[in-house]
């Protein structure tokens, strides 16, 4: 994730802490889900994400349990990731083009996934510059996303440029093809505060993750070793707080 903020939603600095959201009352309210609820059988799973990671940072635990569905899933990556290190004599746009894509094949085997049943397509638009290909996104995703489908994406006010115009362009297109639409935050739970009014609560759901499909989803981030290693600026785009929050034993989906 290159991490660029909205002027509403700032993701500098150093955020909410995970103690601070353990401690959440609208939190621990909310109800559980099932998968079964969130990908009935016969359904199609479309993932529509910014960046190679999104997908593991924000719903590992429902791609995991498409084991032995996986070809009822369809990845959708809407760039390759390339401007998450800026100025970075170690991480190009060049070979965070190439690593970035490698990382996350890399990451969904890590989750069990059967990789040559899963569907992939690389929409290769610019990293950070998503809002100014949003026209553009909305027709490749109609051609994409069928009637029925269920797409998850990134949440409409995740506070990033890019969560933001992929979550519009993912809603816009699933209303226009009647198919069901789940969004996941990612960088919110960076900026928003335990009883942030500006989260959807009632539309919240806790999708849970046990012990073993937690361990696979931290070993799934940790193939994203361009995000999760200091390069020589001396600091992660994926630091420990940030995957601390993000390494909950639930996901967070709004429906």
Request: proline share 4%.
């Given at each position: 994730m290159a991490t660029i903020a909205t002027t509403e939603n700032p993701i500098q600095g150093p955020?909410?802490?995970?103690?601070?959201?353990?401690?959440?009352?609208?939190?621990?309210?909310?109800?559980?889900?099932?998968?079964?609820?969130?990908?009935?059988?016969?359904?199609?799973?479309v993932v529509v994400t910014p960046h190679p990671d999104?997908?593991?940072?924000?719903?590992?635990?429902?791609?995991?349990?498409?084991?032995?569905?996986?070809?009822?899933?369809?990845?959708?990556?809407?760039?390759?990731?390339?401007?998450?290190?800026?100025g970075s004599q170690e991480w190009s746009p060049t070979r965070l083009r190439q690593q970035r894509p490698l990382e996350s094949w890399q990451a969904l085997d890590r989750l069990g996934l059967n990789m040559q049943a899963l569907n992939w397509r690389r929409l290769g638009l610019p990293d950070s510059g998503v809002a100014e290909k949003e026209d553009e996104l909305v027709e490749r995703l109609l051609a994409l996303i069928r009637r029925g489908d269920r797409v998850i994406t990134t949440w409409r006010h995740d506070g990033h440029?890019?969560?933001?115009?992929?979550?519009?362009a993912a809603a816009y297109a699933a209303s226009q093809r009647n198919a069901c639409l789940l969004e996941v935050p990612i960088w919110a739970w960076h900026w928003a505060r335990p009883h942030d009014q500006r989260i959807p609560w009632a539309r919240a759901r806790k999708?849970?993750?046990?012990?073993?499909?937690?361990?696979?989803?931290?070993?799934?981030?940790?193939?994203?070793?361009?995000?999760?290693?200091?390069?020589?600026?001396?600091?992660?785009?994926?630091?420990?707080?940030?995957?601390e929050r993000l390494m909950q034993p639930f996901?967070?989906?709004f429906i």
């Open positions: 955020g909410t802490t995970l103690q601070e959201w353990q401690a959440s009352a609208p939190l621990a309210g909310v109800a559980h889900v099932t998968h079964q609820q969130l990908v009935p059988e016969g359904q199609r799973l999104d997908e593991v940072l924000g719903c590992a635990g429902i791609l995991a349990g498409m084991l032995g569905r996986e070809s009822d899933v369809l990845m959708v990556a809407v760039t390759d990731g390339e401007a998450s290190h800026p440029c890019d969560h933001e115009a992929t979550g519009r999708f849970m993750l046990d012990a073993p499909v937690l361990a696979r989803k931290r070993h799934a981030i940790n193939a994203h070793v361009s995000q999760i290693n200091a390069d020589g600026r001396g600091t992660a785009v994926l630091d420990r707080e940030t995957l996901e967070l989906v």
